[in-house]
Structure formats: structure tokens, C-alpha cells
């Protein structure tokens, strides 16, 4: 795959809605193709091109949004709140100000479960 071919690949997921991302995820094999041709939790649905190194961290964020899932989440430290910042960011939560909590948007929630499965098999 060239560099163009990777920016126009790029340029046409990052147009897609948060939706269509989680479900091209959820349906991309974990073993498909040379590394740029797969899909990444980190960069290609959180935007984070440098996150998935530490799996404890993936089982922080992954423990955050199953809470959330089943809203239950409330901030229990500061890298607690932090996750939930980017997973905000990220167009996969929303965030209330009382009680001060965040929770997986709702158009999205049916698929986090399937999401969160196939993050789960990259590590």
C-alpha cells in the first residue's frame, strides 16, 4: 500500500460516522492484511496513534466503558476520569455535569459490547 493509498484510506474513515467506525471494527478480522490495513481501538475509533503498548491500560478503558455500558461509571481516580475525557472526545460518550458522570452515547451502545470483544482479541 502506497502513502497516498494510506492518506485517502484515512481520509475516508476519519468521514465516516462513529457508527459506521465501530461497526467496520467490530466486522475487520484481527488478522487481516499487513499492519496498515488493520484496525486499532486506539487509533482508528479513540484517535490515539499511540495507545494499545500497555494491556493494562486497555483493561482500564475497557473496564471504564463496560461500567458506563451498564451506567455504573463514576470517576474513581484520575486516570479514571482521564478515559473518560477521550472516550468523550472520541464521539463515544457524553459527559453530565449532575451527578458528574460520563455514559456510552446511545446511538452507539448496542455495538460497544461487540467493539469491546474484538479490542479484546488484539491483545
Not at 73 to 90: G, K, M, P, Q, R
Not at 105 to 116: K, N
Request: hydrophobic share 35%.
Amino acid at each position: 500500500m502506497t502513502c497516498e493509498e494510506i492518506l485517502i484510506e484515512d481520509t475516508e474513515w476519519r468521514a465516516m460516522t462513529t457508527r459506521e467506525r465501530l461497526q467496520h471494527y467490530i466486522q475487520t478480522d484481527t488478522e487481516q492484511g499487513d499492519y496498515r490495513e488493520r484496525k486499532s481501538f486506539w487509533d482508528d475509533i479513540l484517535g490515539v496513534g499511540c495507545g494499545g503498548y500497555n494491556s493494562e491500560v486497555d483493561d482500564s478503558v475497557i473496564s471504564v466503558v463496560e461500567r458506563m455500558l451498564r451506567k455504573e461509571f463514576f470517576a474513581e481516580n484520575v486516570h479514571e476520569e482521564l478515559i473518560s475525557y477521550i472516550l468523550c472526545s472520541a464521539d463515544l460518550a457524553e459527559y453530565g455535569t449532575s451527578p458528574r458522570g460520563a455514559w456510552i452515547c446511545h446511538d452507539i451502545a448496542d455495538l460497544m459490547p461487540a467493539a469491546l470483544e474484538r479490542w479484546k482479541q488484539d491483545f
